[in-house]
Every structure is written in structure tokens, then in C-alpha cells.
């Protein structure tokens, strides 16, 4: 079955609507896609425009996330292409596909995702993947994030991503709270701790003079550039 789907998918035999991302369209079959997602069946097939026109634009997606996604719908699997990209490239995707799953209600699709981008948090990505995981509750991903950021060789150099800190303090300060924990329970905290008393002074501070989420900002760099 999921081959003969894939031979239509490729093909395009039978197409009956078309989604435009980013400028490249995509061809694909509408009872398909409405048998494998509420949401899409929803849009073919109640009043909505999407129905009329047969035609949908897509801005906040890129093309290789789109393509993995119609592959999956189709397949049950992700394409050898994504498993196949550059680790920066499939972190990309994986993000948007994770997003994707929720907004599409392809509950399948998410724990899949979220494995794979347990594989691919690094420096460079780190602080949004554990935005994303935060927004979308995968708790697995979230793990991974909080330890990787916990980790003594990773917290220094995870301190030059500061606007990638401050964006995550703003957008889930909860979160920064528990990478905030995490590294402290990583070290010895003592009451006579001078590092620990510092903290919270400084954070009392920061409050004082600017915005919980940015206090939160600031005590995190400060803990990450003195995890030692």
C-alpha cells in the first residue's frame, strides 16, 4: 500500500491540489492526506477556501520540511534524503517537522521527529531546539537539551548564543528556570557557597531593574560563564 501511495506521490497521477512553499509547488491528493490528518480533512472537505480553490500557500515552512512531510504522510516514513542530510540541514527540517505534526495533527509523525532531533542538538542549536520542545511538550527533547546545556564542557561555550538566550528567555521563561536548576544541581550549592549567594543577589537586582525575562537572561549567562 505505502508503495503504490509513494507512486502517486511521485507521479503525480491524480493530483487535486497543490501547496506553494516558499515558491516551489507541491502536488498532492487530497483524500489521501485527509485520511491521514483530521486537520487536512477538515480543510478539503469542509467550507473552507482551501476546498474551493485547491490551492494553498505555505510561508513559514521550508521546501525539504514540506516534502519530508508529504513523504511521511504518504510512506509512514521519513525520506533518505533527511535521514541523509547534513546535521545543520536536518536539524532545520526536523524543527519545522516537528511543528508540523502538531499543526497538522500527525501524531505519528512527532515522537519520529522528536527522536531524531535528540540526535542533532549541539552548541549551535540547542537553545532553540529547547524553545521548541517546550512549545510542543516533548518532554524527551527537553531532557536532552537541559543536559547537554548542564553538561560542564558545553556551558561555556554555549554563553556566545546570548541572543539566542535572551529570545528563549522571553518566549518561555519557565524553561530558563529549569536550565537554571540543572546547572545548579550540577555543582556542589551549598548556603556558604559565595557563587550561590552572588546568584541570587544578582538576580534580585536584575528584577529590580529589568523585566523577569531578562533577569532570567542574565543570571543564566552568568551561570553559564562561570560553570566551572
Known amino acids: 500500500m505505502h508503495a503504490d501511495l509513494a ?7 491524480g493530483t487535486d491540489v497543490d501547496f506553494e512553499v516558499r515558491g516551489k509547488v507541491f502536488s498532492a491528493h487530497k483524500i489521501v492526506l485527509a485520511a491521514r490528518s483530521k486537520v ?6 469542509g467550507t473552507t ?3 474551493a480553490t485547491g490551492y494553498i500557500r505555505i510561508s513559514d515552512m521550508h521546501q525539504d520540511a514540506f516534502e519530508a512531510l508529504l513523504h511521511y504522510v504518504y510512506t509512514d516514513t521519513l525520506p533518505e534524503t533527511v535521514k541523509k542530510a547534513r546535521e545543520e540541514e ?8 516537528l511543528m508540523a ?13 522528536e527522536n531524531a532531533l535528540c540526535n542533532l542538538v549541539g552548541l549551535r542549536n540547542v537553545l532553540p531546539m529547547l524553545a521548541l520542545a517546550e512549545q510542543h511538550q516533548c518532554d524527551k527533547l527537553k531532557k536532552k ?23 528563549l528567555a522571553r518566549s518561555c521563561p519557565g524553561v530558563v528556570k529549569e536550565v537554571i536548576i540543572k546547572i545548579l544541581d550540577t555543582r556542589e550549592a551549598t548556603p556558604d557557597n559565595p ?5 541570587d543577589n544578582m538576580f534580585y537586582v536584575l528584577c529590580l531593574i529589568v523585566s523577569i525575562p531578562l533577569a532570567l537572561c542574565g543570571l543564566l549567562i552568568y551561570l553559564i560563564a562561570n560553570h566551572t
Not at 507512486?7 to 497521477?13: A, R
Not at 553538561?151 to 539566542?164: E, G
Open 90 to 97: 536536518a536539524a532545520v527540517v526536523g524543527q519545522d517537522l
Open 40 to 45: 487536512f480533512k477538515a480543510d478539503f472537505f
Open 101 to 113: 505534526a502538531d499543526r497538522y495533527d500527525l501524531q505519528d509523525l512527532k515522537p519520529v521527529t
Open 7 to 13: 507512486v502517486l506521490l511521485e507521479t503525480k497521477e
Open 195 to 199: 557563587l550561590v549567594v552572588s546568584v
Open 145 to 167: 537539551c537541559l543536559e547537554f546545556m548542564a553538561s560542564r564542557k558545553n556551558t561555556r561555550k554555549i554563553v556566545a548564543t546570548d541572543d539566542d538566550v535572551e529570545n
Open 49 to 51: 477556501k482551501e476546498k
